[in-house]
């Protein structure tokens, strides 16, 4: 099965569900790797999944989304810690 086998039959599908967006088989690897990087899958493990020879390969590639991942992390605390009750209460 050939990559523009495969690309054909998405781009003929995503028509037939009403989808505009170009589709490829690329987005669908792209989504995949972003989605291992938002669970915390290390960076080894998803270099040896997509199959890259090179972890820096792999960084380069995909750094924008453990970037982002980094921004969410600090506002996610920021937003813990304004909602924490720092009273001792029931801690006696």
Known sequence: MTKEY???????????????????????????????AEAGVSLPVIQKRVGHSDRILTEEIYLHITS?????SVFLLDELLKNKSWSNEGHK
């Open 6 to 36: 495969v690309n054909n039959k998405i781009k003929k599908y995503t028509r037939k569900a009403g989808i505009e967006k170009n589709m490829s088989s690329h987005k669908f690897r792209h989504t995949h790797v972003s989605l291992m």
């Open 68 to 72: 982002d991942m980094n921004i969410d």
